[in-house]
């Protein structure tokens, strides 16, 4: 399994370079920002979406409730 990740590395090198936070680009964090700006915004619609569903599932399940006249 080792040399099989060694061999992909070898033919993609440039998946083996590090980012700039971890290469010590300590000059421009733009790099960084920008990272922690889609984090927010990923983890923010994540939540979102999981509270949007579970309310679309309880409005579903409480409209044929009601329908069934129960």
């Known amino acids: 399994m080792k ?3 060694a061999a992909a590395l070898l033919i993609v090198p440039r998946a083996a370079s590090a ?3 971890c290469f ?3 000059d421009t964090q733009k790099g960084f ?3 922690l700006g889609w984090a927010i915004i990923t983890l923010v ?3 979102l979406t999981l509270i949007g569903g579970i309310g679309y ?3 579903t399940v409480e ?3 009601a329908a069934r006249g129960a």
């Open 19 to 21: 980012c700039a936070i």
């Open 57 to 59: 599932a309880m409005w």
């Open 3 to 5: 040399a099989l990740a």
């Open 45 to 47: 619609s994540l939540v």
């Open 33 to 35: 920002f920008t990272g």
């Open 63 to 65: 409209r044929e409730r």
């Open 24 to 26: 010590g680009a300590t």
